[in-house]
């Protein structure tokens, strides 16, 4: 069954949004050595701030009015370079492991992401792993993939000076890689983008390597072409 994420405490956030917000339960890397991680802890907000962190927030929701947000299962962490510490900025992902249903096996690009509630600077601005409308969104890093033209100069065979790696780069946009004495070892697809080149295998793990030259370099090999 696939995962729907309960929308109250969103409609409880936005209604009033001067409660603290209890994410709750979760798996809990704060990137502080100090501080160090929890397999299961509690992240308090208060505003654009962590306020607490630690087992045992939740002990005073009722006192202080906060706003459980359920994150059992998920992994509580920065969604920055930053730590997440009281008084750093609020600037956190809740992240979790996507349904086998939800998450296909079979190589391809724009897979489902992780993020299930993305908060910045206390305010959620991603909720159940979708952005929420009226609230602004960092753009995110993204690879390019630049589809092969057909009469692409680079394509064809390229080998190392063994001939043991022989990667033959296809006009359709495919790539069959052969090493040693296996033929067709590494299959997949692959893209250029100037000097450099993606490889999506049919594994499912991406690589890349860069034009240089009269070279290849993918991997720790240095490939030429070969007829």
């Given at each position: 069954?696939?995962?729907?994420?309960?929308?109250?405490?969103?409609?409880?956030?936005?209604?009033?949004?001067?409660?603290?917000?209890?994410?709750?339960?979760?798996?809990?890397?704060?990137r502080?050595?100090?501080?160090?991680?929890?397999?299961?802890?509690?992240?308090?907000?208060?505003g654009?701030?962590?306020?607490?962190?630690?087992?045992?927030?939740?002990?005073?929701?009722?006192?202080?009015?906060?706003?459980?947000?359920?994150s059992?299962?998920?992994?509580?962490?920065?969604?920055?370079?930053?730590?997440?510490a009281?008084?750093?900025?609020?600037?956190?992902?809740?992240?979790?492991?996507?349904?086998?249903?939800?998450?296909?096996?079979?190589?391809?690009?724009?897979?489902?992401?992780?993020?299930?509630?993305?908060f910045?600077?206390?305010?959620?601005?991603?909720?159940?792993?979708?952005?929420?409308?009226?609230?602004?969104?960092?753009?995110?890093?993204?690879?390019?993939?630049?589809?092969?033209?057909?009469?692409?100069?680079?394509?064809?065979?390229?080998?190392?000076?063994?001939?043991?790696?022989?990667?033959?780069?296809?006009p359709?946009?495919?790539?069959?890689?052969?090493?040693?004495?296996?033929?067709?070892a590494?299959?997949?697809?692959?893209?250029?983008?100037?000097?450099?080149?993606?490889?999506?295998?049919?594994?499912?793990?991406?690589?890349?390597g860069?034009?240089?030259?009269?070279?290849?370099e993918?991997?720790?090999?240095?490939?030429?072409?070969?007829?």
């Amino acid at each position: 069954m696939s995962y729907t994420r309960d929308t109250g405490p969103l409609s409880a956030i936005r209604s009033k949004p001067e409660r603290p917000i209890l994410l709750s339960g979760g798996c809990v890397l704060t990137r502080d050595a100090t501080l160090g991680d929890w397999a299961t802890a509690d992240v308090l907000i208060g505003g654009p701030k962590i306020v607490g962190v630690g087992p045992g927030l939740a002990s005073a929701a009722d006192d202080d009015a906060m706003i459980i947000v359920d994150s059992s299962g998920c992994i509580v962490m920065p969604a920055e370079s930053g730590r997440l510490a009281p008084m750093e900025d609020a600037d956190i992902a809740v992240c979790r492991i996507i349904d086998p249903d939800d998450a296909p096996n079979e190589p391809k690009p724009d897979r489902p992401s992780h993020i299930d509630i993305l908060f910045v600077a206390g305010r959620p601005v991603s909720w159940g792993g979708q952005p929420l409308d009226g609230e602004p969104q960092a753009p995110r890093a993204r690879l390019k993939l630049v589809d092969v033209s057909p009469d692409d100069p680079r394509i064809g065979l390229w080998c190392d000076e063994r001939s043991w790696l022989r990667q033959r780069l296809l006009p359709n946009g495919r790539y069959d890689e052969a090493r040693g004495q296996r033929e067709s070892a590494y299959q997949g697809r692959y893209w250029i983008d100037g000097d450099r080149i993606d490889y999506l295998d049919d594994l499912g793990f991406w690589a890349f390597g860069t034009f240089t030259e009269d070279r290849l370099e993918h991997a720790g090999y240095t490939l030429r072409r070969s007829k």
